[in-house]
């Protein structure tokens, strides 16, 4: 499949691939709000669609961060557009640099948002907490919590870059 997949297409990947009926329930959360940030910033509204669907594909293997990774493998059998891959790589953390993967276990490359559709799906999923829709803020709070500074400072710097594109605070759309 080298075409961008429908979203039909989309759910029935999850599903063939063993997601959860929860994990696909938060991927059409995570599309929802992804779709209309999208409009908003003028994206490419199907890659935006697809890549939300798909984020968590790597779900059905591992619930850790390396679900991306997971996901990147499940999605180059699957023979999926790279711009599909590069978003199910790069969703994860607000953006992660290399040196920080490393500590996390993740193999050691950079796994940051580059164009617009993978910052306004990887914004989009830290809008949603399971399946519910949450303000910035809450992620911010909880990664601060943990004691994330770097993941909360990212997750607030996207914050500002996506609502100024869109001309709105995202946490009211």
Request: with cysteine.
């Amino acid at each position: 499949m080298s075409h961008i997949p429908t979203p039909d297409e989309c759910i029935e990947l999850l599903k063939k691939n063993g997601c959860s009926e929860k994990v696909v329930n938060h991927c059409k959360a995570v599309r929802d709000i992804a779709v209309k940030i999208a409009k908003k910033a003028n994206a490419d509204v199907k890659l935006v669609e697809a890549g939300a669907l798909l984020h968590d594909i790597g779900r059905s293997k591992t619930h850790g961060i390396l679900h991306a990774v997971e996901g990147v493998k499940i999605a180059k059998k699957l023979n999926l557009p790279d711009k599909i891959i590069n978003i199910i790589e790069r969703h994860i953390g607000a953006g992660i640099p290399k040196e920080e993967a490393k500590k996390l276990g993740l193999p050691y490359k950079d796994y940051i948002p580059l164009i617009l559709e993978e910052k306004i799906v990887c914004h989009a999923d830290n809008l949603i907490n399971d399946c519910k829709r949450q303000n910035i803020e809450k992620e911010v709070e909880k990664a601060l919590r943990n004691g994330q500074k770097n993941y909360a400072e990212r997750l607030e710097m996207l914050h500002k870059e996506l609502s100024g594109i869109c001309g709105i605070n995202l946490n009211q759309i």
